[in-house]
């Protein structure tokens, strides 16, 4: 069983910064592709941000150059720096990761998400 937990959300007001957070646990033997997605009131899921093993990122352009990604693979961790946030940034955000475990059946990998953490930017 492998769980993702995110914290690190809240209300700020425009131009400030939060940071994400989101670490898995259970029997995890690898950790493939890790990324931040987010869901806006009324619009559909978007990709913000994705990060590879090895540390290639990937952004949407709404966000180059005001947030970054990044990950501890040691932790099986990946967080999200956002600074100079808009009220546009506004949505629940939710970390994905791509997952190798190990139980007693066998070996799976798949895609797990977390539970998803709110961000609010005032104007």
């Known amino acids: 069983q492998v769980q993702l937990v995110e914290s690190g959300g809240g209300l700020v007001q425009a131009g400030g910064s939060l940071r994400l957070s989101c670490a898995a646990s259970?029997?995890?033997?690898?950790?493939?592709?890790m990324g931040w997605y987010r869901r806006a009131p009324g619009k559909q899921r978007e990709l913000v941000a994705s990060i590879s093993r090895g540390g290639s990122t990937n952004y949407a352009d709404s966000v180059k150059g005001r947030f970054t990604i990044s990950r501890d693979n040691a932790k099986n961790t990946v967080y999200l720096q956002m600074n100079s946030l808009k009220p546009e940034d506004t949505a629940v955000y939710y970390c994905?990761?791509?997952?190798?475990?190990?139980?007693?059946?066998?070996?799976?990998?798949?895609?797990?998400w977390g539970q998803g953490t709110r961000v609010t930017v005032s104007s």
């Open positions: 994905n990761m791509f997952i190798v475990v190990v139980t007693d059946t066998g070996r799976y990998e798949g895609i797990h």
């Open positions: 259970g029997s995890i033997i690898n950790i493939n592709d």
